[in-house]
């Protein structure tokens, strides 16, 4: 069964340092999207992405987040000068379109020092 | 802009017995989508269940149905023949379109679920 997919599982970073997140969605599908999970708290929409270009984004996603689509299959969510505030777990998810079932990836817990 | 309200904050359910998990939502839109999530320890998200707010008809998955009370903009979960899998922390979201079929998620608190042996 296709399955979205998310490197690194766990990234520890120093403050200040410029961190990737990897998404690969499942392969037919045209909506990605990130959220975030601070821990014990619930998850919160990030930004989606569709057509190559931002659809949407939170008032979380600030000018030190991007994301971007380099190749066929690689979803990418950069923080460029990261804070002790952006430690959370981040999930990729993706679907073929409308309100379909998003599916998640298994996530990525960023730790900031 | 959407809200979702999960009262619950933790339930738990004896092993075999049903549960059921409250969620309202608040919402201008008339075209959205209702979802269950569960969350095991492993943080995976995986849908549960889905319900479209056009349908009166709600949702089953098994074990798992819905009663979708759209004029109250309720949207419980309930879950019968509880198992020990069955424990997770469960989240409601709902999803509206945000132009072009992108539906952007929006998510309770959650409910801590614990199923008793």
Redesign the interface.
């Known amino acids: 069964e296709p399955e979205v997919t998310q490197t690194p599982s766990h990234q520890v970073t120093q403050m200040g340092q410029e961190v990737i997140l990897r998404c690969v969605p499942i392969s037919n599908h045209l ?1 990605f ?1 990130w ?1 975030r ?1 601070i821990l014990g ?5 990030l930004v ?1 992405f ?1 057509n190559n270009e931002i ?2 984004k939170s008032e979380i996603f600030d000018d030190q987040f991007s994301v971007e689509r380099p190749d066929g299959s690689n979803f990418t969510l950069k923080i460029r000068s990261t804070k002790l505030e952006d430690s959370a ?1 981040y ?1 990729c ?1 993706s ?1 073929g ?3 379909g ?4 990836g ?2 990525t ?1 960023l730790t900031v020092l | 802009a959407q809200t979702v309200t999960q009262s619950q904050p933790e339930m738990s359910v004896q092993e075999a017995e049903t549960v059921t998990l409250s969620c309202t939502y608040d919402t201008s839109e008339s075209d959205y989508y209702l979802f269950w999530y569960k969350q095991p320890p492993s943080r995976q998200m995986i849908l549960v269940i889905r319900q479209e707010a056009y349908k009166q008809q709600n949702a089953t998955e098994n074990r798992f149905s819905v009663n979708f009370q759209k004029a109250a903009k309720s949207f419980s979960l309930k879950i019968s023949d509880s198992q020990l899998g069955d424990a997770a922390m469960y989240f409601c979201a709902s999803g509206e379109d945000s132009g072009g079929s992108n539906y952007k998620l929006t998510f309770g608190k959650g409910t801590l679920l614990t199923v008793n042996p």
């Open positions: 909506y999207y959220y999970q708290q619930k998850v919160e929409f989606s569709y659809s949407e777990m999930f998810a679907n379109g409308g309100a079932e998003q599916f998640f298994p996530g817990r």
